[in-house]
T-cell receptor, first 112, second 115 residues
């Protein structure tokens, strides 16, 4: 699986959009971008994933650049409960159940 | 979705003892993963638990130290043997979404402190 690079920490004001970047310059054509988050003292939680098109669900939006070498997770209206470590993971979605390889992630702190 | 429970939620153990962590899933799953998260660190995969066969361990993890059982499709245990303070971590089990595998669900974790 391709390696990802994320900033170690970010702050965001409550109610504003949180934009979390991720670089994955070695991504292969059949690898997806996944985002998980881990709120303190909890297990990681799936947020969203995408291949090359932008994706949106009830939690967030995922913007993937045209060359697929980087992506941005957007939390449109951050709340205090969004304070967590956010992990960007790149892996093949080939229908097999494979483990996730976690990097160091980004600690997002939402400030009141 | 899958609901995963782990027991115990936390424990404090003495050096040299062993602790068995249980992971229960509310549905049948083919694979279960066990991860370790050391203080301030990211998650590291320990092993993959397959029902009916021996677990597959990642580099740096051995069966004698982390024996795993998988007696059925909804349950697994991870034992941390002959513990030392370096084993103080959060241990999490995880299962992929059956039939999709794009998403994985994680248990709440077991916080282990070894004195």
């Amino acid at each position: 699986d391709a390696k990802t690079t994320q900033p170690p920490s970010m702050d965001c004001a409550e109610g504003r959009a949180a934009n979390l970047p991720c670089n994955h310059s070695t991504i292969s054509g059949n690898e997806y971008v996944y985002w998980y988050r881990q709120i303190h003292s909890q297990g990681p939680q799936y947020i969203i994933h995408g291949l090359k098109n932008n994706e949106t669900n009830e939690m967030a939006s995922l913007i993937i650049t045209e060359d697929r070498k980087s992506s941005t997770l957007i939390l449109p209206h951050a709340t205090l409960r969004d304070t967590a470590v956010y992990y960007c993971i790149v892996r093949v979605a080939d229908g097999s159940a494979r483990q996730l390889t976690f990097g160091s992630g980004t600690q997002l702190t939402v400030l009141p | 979705s899958a609901v995963i429970s782990q027991k115990p939620s936390r424990d404090i153990c003495q050096r040299g003892t062993s602790l068995t962590i249980q992971c229960q899933v509310d549905s049948q799953v083919t694979m279960m993963f066990w991860y370790r998260q050391q203080p301030g660190q990211s998650l590291t995969l320990i092993a993959t638990a397959n029902q009916g066969s021996e677990a597959t361990y990642e580099s740096g993890f051995v069966i004698d130290k982390f024996p795993i059982s998988r007696p059925n499709l909804t349950f697994s245990t991870l034992t941390v043997s002959n513990m030392s303070p370096e084993d103080s971590s959060i241990y999490l089990c995880s299962v992929p979404v059956e039939g999709d595998y794009n998403e994985q669900f994680f248990g709440p974790g077991t916080r282990l402190t070894v004195l």
